[in-house]
């Protein structure tokens, strides 16, 4: 059974940098695992901010960039703000068809 | 500007089944694959189902394996995901989403969300 891991929770200050990771308990992330990280507010349906690792999607601020960080999948937040605060996921392929997502990470702006 | 609205979603009794829709417009529906995810009460995203562009191939979480089906009718540009054997754990809001390529792009992750609607489990 594949598991993606992200850190539960993250802080950053209001204009400062973060980054989230996107693992596996086994293995390391690829590009071939096509990494893609959303944002999700309370109530509301995720919105995509990056997909396959680099991409962003229609819309979404230069200040949200994805890579891969040594054997993890990374989304970093530059010049952090206050509606930056809410759940972030990563999404794995992991082949035949299935994806698999983290946990999620609680990002707090303070 | 893609649009996909989820509609179907409801109270069912455990063991029944309930069929969900999620009208496309506004892109070319017949040249994506489309997935369903879910999010369950509190927790986070479960990805459900994707199904070709095609829709000549369909991958289920094993946690749906054999009691869902996902479909979809080109004619109303509208993707299914029928619910058989439904258990109290599927109790969800359900998102469908498509990938942000088109063609045979079905091992792609999401791009354009719907906004959900809610199934509710329960004796």
């Known amino acids: 059974q594949t598991v993606v891991t992200q850190e539960p929770s993250f802080s950053v200050s209001p204009g400062g940098t973060v980054t989230l990771t996107c693992g596996l308990t086994s293995g390391s992330v690829s590009s071939n695992h096509y990494p893609s990280w959303y944002q999700q507010t309370p109530g509301q349906a995720p919105r995509t901010l990056i997909y396959?690792?680099?991409t962003r999607s229609s819309g979404v601020p230069d200040r949200f960039s994805g890579s891969i960080l040594g054997k993890k999948a990374a989304l970093t937040i530059t010049g952090a703000q206050a509606d930056d605060e809410c759940d972030y996921y990563c999404v794995l392929s992991v082949g035949s068809g299935i994806l698999v997502f983290g946990g999620g990470t609680k990002v707090t702006v303070l | 500007q893609a649009q996909l609205v989820e509609s179907g979603g409801g109270v069912v009794q455990p063991g029944r089944s309930l069929r969900l829709s999620c009208a496309a417009s506004?892109?070319?529906?017949?040249?994506?694959?489309m997935h369903w995810v879910r999010q369950a009460p509190g927790k986070g995203l479960e990805w459900v189902a994707v199904?070709?562009?095609?829709?000549?191939?369909?991958y289920y979480a094993d946690s749906v394996k054999g009691r869902f089906t996902v479909s979809r009718d080109y004619s109303r540009n509208t993707l299914y995901l029928q619910m058989n054997s439904l258990r109290v754990e599927d109790t969800a809001v359900y998102y469908c989403?498509?990938?942000?390529?088109?063609?045979?792009?079905?091992?792609?992750?999401?791009?354009?969300w719907g906004q959900g609607t809610t199934v509710t489990v329960s004796s």
């Open positions: 506004s892109f070319t529906f017949s040249s994506y694959a």
């Open positions: 989403a498509s990938v942000p390529l088109s063609g045979n792009y079905y091992y792609y992750p999401m791009d354009v």
């Open positions: 396959s690792t680099t």
């Open positions: 199904i070709s562009y095609d829709g000549t191939d369909a």
